[in-house]
């Protein structure tokens, strides 16, 4: 799917701009939400170990082929104000947490309908206090699930298992299968870095080269340089 392509989508729904000013305040609303709703069919199919990839080109004419969603975020022509912030929150997501873009954008938009349908079906002489009352139980919720997490939660410590099984959970929605010799690798190497830079993150870093597959990938503890070799070839 391109990006040309998903741009007509969204001009279908009204969603790459906003309204002129000879819409009523109705209109508009609708129109500004079925930009939201234009994102989360896009990404709908994309999310989970079964979604599908997206084929978008960019502007170069290059093609990129995932089901990320802060990447297909990223990549869309959007114009609308709060379609744009829903582009933040996916990024933010892939900055602090590295995982869970698309999941992020599909709550915000579930949670944007409900509070659509309550608001067309109260007082609109009370809107403004049927909006409150929206976002001080959605800030309630938040807090109710949070202690939920913190009571389930379990600590692990240094068990080397539940690591292993996190690491490997969290791959399954990258098209490797928990059975695979790939994701057993892959998992035992983001262990082993996590465990010896003891969970300081910030301090792996990720270099790619060209060539191979994703089982020749290696973990070095300490620098890695590139060099080139007498013939011109990279090592």
Do not use: W
């Not at 079906?121 to 913190?150: H, M, P, V, W």
């Not at 379990?154 to 994701?183: C, F, H, M, W, Y």
């Amino acid at each position: 799917m391109s990006s040309s392509h998903l741009k007509r989508q969204q001009e279908e729904q009204g969603s790459v701009s906003d309204s002129d000013g000879s819409d009523n305040n109705s209109s508009v609303g609708k129109v500004k939400f079925s930009a939201l709703y234009a994102l989360s069919n896009i990404l709908q199919t994309s999310f989970g170990p079964f979604g599908s990839d997206k084929l978008i080109i960019d502007k170069q004419g290059n093609p990129i082929l995932t089901n990320d969603g802060a990447t297909i975020l990223s990549m869309l022509p959007i114009q609308n104000p709060l379609a744009k912030v829903l582009v933040d929150i996916s990024l933010s997501q892939d900055q602090l947490i590295g995982d869970g873009t698309t999941s992020v954008v599909l709550l915000a938009c579930s949670l944007i309908k409900e509070a659509e349908n309550i608001l067309r079906e109260g007082d609109s002489s009370q809107s403004i206090s049927l909006c409150n009352s929206i976002i001080d139980t959605y800030f309630e919720c938040a807090r109710i699930s949070l202690q939920i997490l913190k009571d389930i939660a379990i600590p692990v410590e240094n068990d080397r298992e539940i690591l292993l099984k996190v690491a490997s959970t969290s791959l399954n929605s990258k098209g490797l299968s928990s059975s695979s010799r790939t994701q057993k690798y892959i998992s035992s190497m983001v262990v082993q870095a996590v465990e010896i830079v003891k969970g300081k993150l910030e301090n792996i870093s990720f270099h790619t080269v060209l060539g191979g597959s994703v089982l020749d990938s290696v973990l070095v503890n300490g620098l890695a340089l590139q060099r080139k070799l007498i013939n011109g070839t990279d090592e």
